[in-house]
């Protein structure tokens, strides 16, 4: 159905949705639900190009949902056209293009998911196309205890897995405090894995890509870098992988 849906879809003309469901996460942060059959079956680490009517255009991951059929967009306020699509209400538009963007390439054995902020996105996406047999660690970071969310819903997809969710502030006022990087160099000392996915702000990124490097592990990092176009066009560059 979804191979015919998209023969039938030019991913590149904006398809208009409507928001059916608005779910606040954080004071910042909300999540929008809005029935699309093709984004609701994207692979880990795919993203769409949302057209906020009236605004712009903001490339976005896409968030899984409950229920069958629909996608989401996890999207946080910062500046005018992320603002304006956290405002959008139930009944509004959309148009999405899409999906875009490389998967990642998930690994058997011992993962290691590392997300920031809404960087915890595609790799909740990630968790829903891994198998009982993983064993997975998710270290979640925020900067303080009202803007921590998804850690029921990353332990309730985990449930059928050997797993440990880490929520780390940077305030101290929930989980571990400090930096998630802070976190990872204490679990590196009692713990191996068999990879390493992260997504997040970019030097948190940065320094876990270096941590993994010097320890001889796979790691994938999906970057959240401005681009226009989508596909490759305006010069930006997605998924960037370093495999030892
Ligand atoms: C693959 C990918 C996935 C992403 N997933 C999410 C997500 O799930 N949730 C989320 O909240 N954010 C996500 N982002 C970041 C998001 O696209 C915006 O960068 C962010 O929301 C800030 O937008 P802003 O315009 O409000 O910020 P501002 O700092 O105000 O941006 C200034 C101007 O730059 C332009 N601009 C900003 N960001 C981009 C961009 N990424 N590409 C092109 N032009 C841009 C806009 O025209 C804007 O007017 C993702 C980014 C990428 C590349």
Not at 73 to 91: C, D, I, Q, W
Not at 234 to 241: I, K, M, P, Q, R
Request: proline share 4%; hydrophobic share 40%; net charge positive.
């Amino acid at each position: 159905m979804v191979k015919w849906l998209e023969r039938q879809r030019n991913p590149n003309s904006h398809h208009i949705c409507t928001i059916e469901k608005v779910i606040d996460e954080t004071p910042t942060v909300r999540t929008l639900i809005f029935s699309d059959e093709i984004l609701s079956n994207v692979l880990p680490g795919q993203f769409a190009m949302v057209w906020i009517p009236g605004v712009n255009e903001l490339p976005m991951s896409v968030m899984i949902t409950q229920e069958k059929n629909k996608a989401a967009f996890t999207v946080r306020k910062r500046g005018e056209p992320s603002t304006a699509m956290y405002n959008l209400t139930v009944g509004d538009y959309i148009g999405v293009r899409g999906p875009y963007g490389n998967s990642f390439d998930i690994k058997n054995g011992k993962l290691l998911l590392v997300g920031g902020g809404t960087g915890l996105v595609p790799l909740l996406r990630l968790i829903t196309f891994c198998k009982p047999s993983h064993d997975i660690t998710l270290l979640m970071g925020s900067q303080t205890k009202k803007e921590v969310f998804f850690e029921d819903l990353a332990n309730k997809l985990l449930k059928k897995n050997k797993h440990q969710v880490i929520t780390v502030t940077e305030d101290g006022t929930y989980g571990k405090k400090g930096f998630v990087t802070d976190v990872l160099e204490e679990l590196f000392t009692k713990n191996s894995f068999d990879a390493i996915y992260t997504c997040g702000p970019e030097l948190m990124m940065y320094k876990i890509v270096k941590l993994a490097t010097s320890n001889q592990i796979f790691v994938q990092a999906s970057l959240e870098r401005m681009m226009k176009c989508g596909i490759g066009i305006c010069g930006s560059w997605y998924l960037w992988e370093l495999l030892y």
